[in-house]
């Protein structure tokens, strides 16, 4: 098997964790909504999927749940409650750093939004030390559509076992193996940590 070139990560549940509910308590404390009638409506809708494919914008988005839940804040509190939710997942970046330090470039590969990365970018500076990002919202498809995955070989240049991809995911690491990619789908920090090892410094 040919030796990876490129290592993709995702983002949400592989290098920062994320709670939800966090949000939803403090954009709540803001509104007529409760917190389980946030989700309610979010579930109920498509406006996430509209969101993190880039086909409405942060404003639009904030226009359509402004009134659902009865909203009383700015745009900007609203913003800050929806995209303060994550915490560094420090084994996993640590295994970055030490793949960097391999001289082996870095990707992430996200489906997301331009609030929650512009958050990531300000709060954690790891986020910063990667050779590129394939981010749904930026192509206007998302994982596991294969047009992201082609979108990935197309703009990195690498293919098949040159790519080894780390995701929660077991769908969307299961369509990148359905393209050759070597994958790991990531359950936790140290099941992931002793895989990659294997592969890329045994």
């Known amino acids: 098997m040919i030796g990876p070139q490129l290592i993709l990560f995702d983002l949400g549940k592989v290098l920062v964790d994320f709670d ?7 954009i709540c404390a803001q509104a007529r909504a409760t917190p389980e009638q946030l989700f309610d409506f979010i579930m ?10 880039g086909r409405i914008t942060n404003e639009q988005f904030f226009s359509e749940v402004q009134p659902a839940i009865g909203y009383r804040a700015t745009i900007e ?3 800050q ?13 640590r295994l970055h750093a ?4 391999a001289k082996i470039p870095t990707w992430i590969f996200s489906n997301t939004s331009d609030w929650a990365v512009t958050h990531i970018r300000e709060r954690f500076p790891f986020f910063a030390n990667f050779d590129g990002y394939v981010l749904s919202y930026e192509l206007g498809v998302m994982k596991p559509h294969v047009g992201i995955y082609e979108a990935v070989e197309r703009i990195t240049g690498c293919r098949g076992g040159e790519i080894l991809y ?14 050759g990619w070597q994958t790991i789908q990531h359950i936790s920090p140290d ?3 002793l895989q990659t090892e294997r592969i890329l410094f045994s």
């Open 81 to 93: 409650a929806f995209s303060d939710i994550f915490t560094e997942i420090s084994e996993m970046v």
């Open 44 to 53: 109920a809708s498509d406006l996430m999927v509209r969101l993190e494919n």
């Open 166 to 179: 780390i995701d929660d995911s077991a769908e969307n690491a299961a369509a990148g193996a359905a393209r």
């Open 77 to 79: 509190d609203f913003r």
């Open 20 to 26: 939800w509910h966090l949000a939803a308590l403090q």
């Open 191 to 193: 099941q992931t940590i």
């Open 98 to 101: 030490r793949i960097r330090a």
